[in-house]
Each structure stands twice: as structure tokens, then as C-alpha cells.
């Protein structure tokens, strides 16, 4: 079942204290005469400056505005606020207060730093593809993310169906090192329904989101698993061999068995430049037993005396690969980083 939101304490006062400042500025409670009282509510979806929120009393969605006292709302947030009592399309609820966070995701933007893009995950399922690419590396790069921000991770491998025996050993060999570490792998197609029924499984009673470039199948797989989502199915573009774009704003679905999806836009690189080299370097599970460990405390973990990391890919500890990756990661921090955060 999905969490339940509490308000605490601090939360109730500042409930109150907002009321009391808009009673008190008599010029603008004719605004709230359309609304109802309070109750517990969750964001399904976020547009501009509005928010679609779910009641925790009678499940009904409202649309509702957004108090400029809040700073930040996004898909999967639970919400203290106000439904509309007027019939009038003018006339929304308000949204009064965001409780806290159990998690969030977030993501680096280049106009406005990290952003946060979903709250209250239990768990990232990170979608790659035999088609545009299989990339070991892009999927490093999600999981990192995703060990950032302390949400556990999956690894799907979509389109299998495309594969001969032979194509899938090679798929076998990339992707089996993830398993080797600790994460939980899945192989699916939506074409043969391969793995559709264990992602399902893996879904139910928990708040997931689906992350992954562009043309990897997300929406397809979305479709499989709720039919009545109607996601659009982008096609790859023959000119780029990128993806096209197909989810155009986050939204929060329920699996009928139990548990949410929230749906997110997709992104074809995500970036990791507002991260320390630390916070990288802690991202690749496999290398925090030696972290801490090397000769010299700057080791930069590439050809330093006495560095444990390096020894561990020469012993066969950590695969040459991931090692390979999280140097591509580290060198492309400065290059991606805006101009405006490198101090």
C-alpha cells in the first residue's frame, strides 16, 4: 500500500499561520470562498504553475493551484489542501502545504541547479535497450543518480526480441555484472511479454518511476503494464538513431494490483556535473570497500602509487568496464559543468 502522509506538529502551525495571514489581508479572501477544508491529498501531476492532486479521502482528483509561499511541487508529493466547492473551471483548489519527503529525485538543470522532478520513490527501474544502443556506460551514469539520491535501482534490458542466442550471451556478459554487485536485473519485450509478469511483481505496493534515454521503450513497457494509460509510443528517428521525445509531463498512475508509477519525462543525458568527484566515486557500489583505503587520501584512482581501486580491477575485483566508465564520468564532469557553478 502506499504511504500515508502525516502532518506533523511544525506542519499544522504552518497550515495555520497561512490561513491567519490570508484572513488577515482582507483584500484577498474573496480568493478562498470557493474552497473546501483541508485534507490529505497526493500530486498525479504537475503543469506549470498547477497541480493535479488526488484526495486520500474519497479519491477524487482536483485541479489545483500552487500557494506562492511554496517553493517546490512536483509528482508523487503529498499535500495538504483545499478542494474546490464551485463548478466553475476558474475556480481550483489549493494546494496549502507539501509534506515531507520520504525521497526525492532529482536532476541538474542548467537555468535553475538541481531540480527535484519526483518525490517519495521506493525505487528507480532504469531502462535500457538493444535499440538506439545498449550502453553499459548510460546506465552507470543513471545509477549513480540514483545511489546519490539513496533510491534503490533496477536495471531493465528492453527489446530482447530483437536478439539471436548468440546477440543475447554478448547482452549477458555487459549486463551481468550488475547482478554481480547487488542490483536486480530484468530482461523484457513487449513484443513477446519476456519479463513483463517479474517487472509487475517488482512493482506492486511500491512507488516507482521509470527512468532511461529516449527510445528505450519506457512508454511501451508502461503500456503493457497498465493498458489503460494510453501511453504514446514514440518511433526512432532514422536520420539520428536517437528516440523521440513522447512523455510530455509527469503524471502519477496506480497499478490496480497495488503500488503507483509515476511517469517522467525522459532525458537523453543525465547529467551528473553538479556532483563532486566523491559522490561519483560512491556511486559505484563496488568501490566503497576500498574507498578511504589508498595510499595517499587525493588518490585520483587511476595510475597512483598504491591506490586499492586500480588493484582491484588488476585482481579482477571490479571489471575493467565499470572502471573504464566511472573515469568517463569523472572526465566529463568539468566539460558538462555550466560556466556559471565552477566558481
Not at 542490483?183 to 518511476?209: F, H, M, N, P, W
Not at 513497457?221 to 526512432?236: C, F, H, K, R, S
Amino acid at each position: 500500500m502506499a504511504k500515508k502522509p502525516k502532518l506533523s506538529d511544525r506542519q499544522k502551525r504552518q497550515v495555520k499561520e497561512n490561513r491567519e495571514k490570508r484572513l488577515a489581508n482582507k483584500g484577498h479572501t474573496h480568493d478562498d470562498k470557493h474552497l473546501g477544508e483541508e485534507q490529505k491529498g497526493r500530486v498525479i501531476g504537475r503543469f506549470g504553475k498547477h497541480a493535479n492532486v488526488e484526495s486520500l479521502v474519497d479519491g477524487e482528483i482536483h485541479k489545483c493551484h500552487i500557494r506562492r509561499t511554496i517553493q517546490s511541487v512536483v509528482c508523487g508529493d503529498n499535500v495538504i489542501f483545499r478542494p474546490s466547492l464551485s463548478s466553475e473551471e476558474r475556480d481550483r483548489g489549493v494546494i496549502e502545504v507539501v509534506l515531507d519527503r520520504m525521497s526525492t529525485l532529482t536532476r541538474p538543470d542548467f537555468y535553475d541547479g538541481v531540480k527535484p522532478i519526483a518525490a517519495n520513490i521506493d525505487q528507480i527501474i532504469v531502462v535500457n535497450a538493444i535499440v538506439p544502443q545498449l550502453s553499459a556506460h548510460i546506465i552507470d551514469r543513471y545509477l549513480v543518480a540514483c545511489e546519490d539520491v539513496d533510491i534503490q535501482a533496477v536495471v531493465v534490458i528492453n527489446k530482447m526480441e530483437l536478439l539471436s542466442d548468440e546477440d543475447r550471451e554478448y547482452v549477458a556478459e555487459v549486463v551481468d555484472v550488475y547482478e554481480d554487485i547487488g542490483y536486480r536485473v530484468v530482461y523484457t519485450s513487449c513484443a513477446t511479454q519476456e519479463g513483463i509478469a517479474e517487472l509487475a511483481t517488482l512493482l506492486k505496493d511500491k512507488i516507482s518511476v521509470f527512468v532511461g534515454q529516449s527510445g528505450v521503450g519506457k512508454s511501451s513497457i508502461i503500456n503493457q503494464l497498465l493498458p489503460d494509460a494510453q501511453e504514446v509510443v514514440g518511433d526512432i528517428s532514422e536520420n539520428s538513431g536517437l528516440g523521440q521525445h513522447t512523455t510530455t509531463a509527469a503524471k502519477l498512475l496506480h497499478f490496480e494490483q497495488g503500488g503507483d508509477l509515476i511517469d517522467s519525462p525522459g532525458v537523453r543525458e543525465f547529467g551528473l556535473w553538479h556532483l563532486p568527484v566523491e559522490k561519483v566515486s560512491t556511486g559505484f557500489i563496488e568501490f566503497r570497500h576500498y574507498l578511504g583505503g589508498c595510499k595517499f587520501t587525493d588518490c585520483k584512482h587511476g595510475s597512483d602509487p598504491g591506490c586499492l581501486i586500480r588493484q582491484a580491477v588488476i585482481e579482477g575485483k571490479i571489471t575493467e568496464d565499470r572502471y573504464e566508465s566511472y573515469h568517463k564520468i569523472i572526465d566529463s564532469l568539468d566539460e558538462n559543468r555550466p560556466s556559471y557553478s565552477k566558481g
